[in-house]
């Protein structure tokens, strides 16, 4: 039956269930949404052909155990700057892009999925009570577990808010900071300091010779992040482990901390944050089958599920939770969402015709990266090589480390067309 646009209404329905509300979940739930409405999707980059014929019916649901959109590129800036913590972490209930009621939005973890009966069970964050919603389509893109100060501990944005005043505090106010940990980032957490607090003396420990060492990335680039540091007044120390680290001064308000290093040396000061906690795959939700060995979600390019588990056709990962080559970055996780979303309008259409989809596949992606250090960004392409300086850090980053790029990229802000 044609509507007024001349969009087919098809008239069987699906219910898509996304886990995980951030860049990769966000990106495949609004660019389905798109397809699913007969219009182009929002990235359209990658999409072939005039919009859709036909309007399909969809109820997605987004769980996330945060109560909102947390711009987790900007977390070692945001946690020790309370006007960037308020932009970025947005309820989801405040997110226009969200507000239909075919979007619904359940705060809570999901604990268990069963791809036979294609069911999750979800822990209620208000409720405490475990629910099981179904679905005709799953995208997990629930991220990497990381610690605090990496992210927020904090699960409501009210919390977060408070959390990142204590944490502001307690940097400006210590005698000394150092960052243990010289990967991604403990280096943007040592510059990012050091520019807000300029005053603050900032020290960056790591364990190798070299910065960013488990990173498949040149030694040129390494070498420009440690001068870029250095230029900004981070002391950095390079080859040694913290081997001890020890509450000397508890008495005052501020406590002192005494660090001591592999060839002997000690350090006092009044704040440790450590940068090496290692990020663990959430999916312990999966059944094994689904994951590698180290808990990753195996894929096809299609970014369904490559594991040997029932209905994995009608499973998808996107985001930094795929078992999926390169470095994880939030441009990866919005354009996997973005093929999950092509691939599955594709099969909810097959579904309607009868016939077979056909499917997107992704490349592998390149070692790309791009580091915000204070007043300059560092990056590196297999293209382009290493780059640096303030102009780079304005275009990726503008002046809220990539908060408002990513927002208006997803359309968060634009209203939510039926
Ligand atoms: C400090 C830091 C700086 C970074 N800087 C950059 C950068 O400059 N450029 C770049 O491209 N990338 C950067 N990255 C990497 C980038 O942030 C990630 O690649 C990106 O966040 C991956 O997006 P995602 O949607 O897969 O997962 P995430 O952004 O990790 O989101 C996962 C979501 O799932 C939710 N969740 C987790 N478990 C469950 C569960 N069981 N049930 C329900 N919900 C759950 C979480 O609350 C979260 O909202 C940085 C990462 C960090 C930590």
Redesign the pocket.
Known sequence: MPSNDGVLAVARSFRVLV???????LSAALNLWDLSRGRLPRFNYAYDGPPPAHRIPIQTTI????DGY?H??G??KSLACEKLASESWTRFQDIPALKSADFKIIQ???TKVDCAAQTAHILDTATKLTTTESYDFLIV????R?VFP??PESLRRDDFLGETRKHTENVRNAHGVVVVGGG??GV?MAAELKMLEPQQRVTLVHSRDRLLSSEPLPNDFAERVDSILREGGVKVILGQRVVDTTVVDTESNQPTWRLTLGDGRQITTGHVLSAISRCIP?ST?LAPQALDETGYVKVHPSLQFSGNIPNAEHHYA????AAWPGI??????MHMGHYAAMNIHQQMLAEVRGDKPSLKTLNPFPSVI???LGKKAVTYTPDEGTRDGEDLLTSLFGDDM?NSNCRNYLKLSEACQA
């Open positions: 886990i995980g509300g951030s860049y990769g979940g769980v996330d155990e945060r947390f987790l590129i977390s070692p809570g973890t999901v893109s629930s991220g990497l990381r990496t992210v991604a980032v943007e959430t939700y996107v985001g930094d939770l994880k970055r939030c441009g990866g996780a791009g580091l915000a990539g």
